[in-house]
């Protein structure tokens, strides 16, 4: 009896940490989700964008953005660190250099007109 006890209580203790890490992994998954989102208007600026779908993307890691302008559809691509740094970001025309990156980050990204101008707000 007494066995059956400890089984118990040591998937009870598995069951709660696996629960935890899923919403750890979920929380980090919507964050990584709304940064690549709210970067759309500072590498399209354009009037007129619209945002059709913000989801994790095709690799580990990584987050897809796609969007519309007019009638054609556009994508970006967000690589993020093990959390919700953004380390690489991809559009398909090009990539972002090192410098456009940090400058992104340092004077968009982290500012509340990134909030602000957040395309899912819209």
């Not at 709660?16 to 750890?24: D, R, V």
């Not at 998954?29 to 399209?44: G, H, I, K, M, N």
């Not at 993020?80 to 990204?109: C, M, P, Q």
């Amino acid at each position: 009896m007494r066995r059956g006890r400890r089984w118990l209580l040591g998937a009870a203790v598995a069951a709660g940490f696996l629960g935890g890490l899923a919403a750890c992994q979920d929380t980090l998954r919507r964050e990584r989700v709304a940064t690549c989102r709210r970067a759309l208007p500072a590498v399209a600026p354009q009037p007129g964008i619209r945002l059709l779908r913000a989801a994790p993307g095709p690799s580990t890691d990584t987050v897809r953005v796609d969007y519309a302008e007019g009638n054609r559809q556009h994508w970006l691509t967000c690589r993020f660190d093990a959390g919700a740094t953004i380390v690489a970001l991809t559009t398909e025309g090009s990539n972002l250099s090192g410098s456009s990156l940090y400058l992104l980050k340092r004077f968009y990204l982290d500012t509340p007109d990134a909030e602000a101008d957040d395309p899912a707000a819209h």
